[in-house]
C-alpha cells in the first residue's frame, strides 16, 4: 500500500525537488499514521463503552438467563474454594470481565464498519488520479 502511494504522491515532483517531496511526504505520512492510531485508541474507548452501558443492562436479576448463568457459576466455584462468599466475588469478577470483553468486541467491529465505509467513501475519488501516459 506505502508503495503505490509514495508513487502517486511523488509522481509529479522534479529530481531536484525529490530529496524535499520524500522528507516532507514521510513526515506527513508519520503525523498523519500517529493522529490515526490515537483516533482509533479514542474511538475504541468511546464505543466500548457505550457497549459496556448497554451490555450491563441484561445484568440483572430479573434476566433469567443471566440468573441461571450466575447461580451454575457460584455453585461450580462454589464446589472449587468452598467458600460461597469468595465465590459470589469471583462469579461477579468474571461477569465483569465478560462483559469488558463482549464490548470490546462490538466496539473493534463498529470501527471495522467504520472504516469500511470511509474506505468506501473514498473509491470515488481514484477518478482524479492522474492517468499513466502511454508511449
Do not use: C, K
Not at 503525523?31 to 443492562?57: C, D, K, M, P
Not at 466455584?77 to 461477569?95: H, I
Amino acid at each position: 500500500m506505502f508503495v503505490t502511494l509514495s508513487t502517486t504522491s511523488l509522481n509529479t515532483i522534479r529530481r531536484e525537488d525529490m530529496t524535499a517531496a520524500t522528507s516532507l511526504y514521510t513526515l506527513a505520512r508519520r503525523v498523519g499514521g500517529n493522529l490515526g492510531y490515537a483516533l482509533v485508541a479514542t474511538l475504541v474507548e468511546r464505543f466500548s463503552v457505550i457497549h459496556q452501558a448497554h451490555l450491563s443492562t441484561h445484568i440483572s436479576t430479573m434476566n433469567s438467563a443471566y440468573s441461571s448463568y450466575y447461580a451454575t457459576l457460584v455453585a461450580r466455584l462454589t464446589r472449587q474454594t468452598g467458600d460461597p462468599v469468595a465465590a459470589q466475588d469471583r462469579a461477579l469478577a468474571l461477569v465483569d470481565s465478560m462483559v469488558h470483553r463482549q464490548a470490546a468486541i462490538l466496539a473493534y467491529n463498529d470501527l471495522a464498519w467504520l472504516f469500511g465505509m470511509m474506505f468506501l467513501a473514498t473509491l470515488p475519488l481514484l477518478v482524479f488520479l492522474p492517468r499513466r501516459r502511454r508511449a
